[in-house]
């Protein structure tokens, strides 16, 4: 009986999460209702109430798994030992297609991005990202004359523009070059090894 009590928690928790993502991504935080959600839900206030006492903790609770999603294997990869081309292409391949799988992930970041942005910046400094490392490595590729100068801050900001506007601007992309849903799949998946080939060819001297 317990079990099954506990799975039915589990079942409303999740649909309740779902719900709030949607409304969340639409509407962002300050234009969302916790009515919405719960009508987005099936469910009424006061049992969204009992799991998530204010829009503040469901937001910080859906905000947080976004980050645990994507940001410990991005780390994984900027801190690990992997030649600097090869880290690239991991990086490329891992955030267009977890990206694939949740494409209204960069839309729900930006709205928080444009309305709170210190709490973006928290939030990311809790799961532990550390470009230092990283950085060493770029500089002393630079400095062995294998890669062109740049600053951290460019390259990171040129290799994630390059994998994450697609599905920002995805309306506008389809719209412009007449795509239905599965050509713009099938562009999406090109863009990996184009990501990969734009910045290797930026950096290489």
Known sequence: ?????ATEELNTEELILRAAKKIFTHKGFE???MKDIADE????????HYYFRSKDKLFESIFDGVLK??????ILILSSELPLFQKIDRISEYYIQSLSKQPDIPIFVLHELSV???RLIENIKEHGMDLHLFSQQLQSEIDEGKIRPIKTAHFITNLFA?????FIGRPLIMGMMNLNDTE????VLERRQIVTETMIRSLKV
């Open 1 to 5: 009986m317990k079990n099954i009590l």
């Open 31 to 33: 234009g969302a209702r």
């Open 41 to 48: 839900a099936g469910i009424n206030k006061a049992l969204l």
């Open 69 to 74: 999603s994507f940001l410990p294997q991005a």
């Open 116 to 118: 709170n942005p210190y």
């Open 162 to 166: 390059l994998c994450v506007f697609p």
């Open 184 to 187: 713009f799949n099938s562009y």
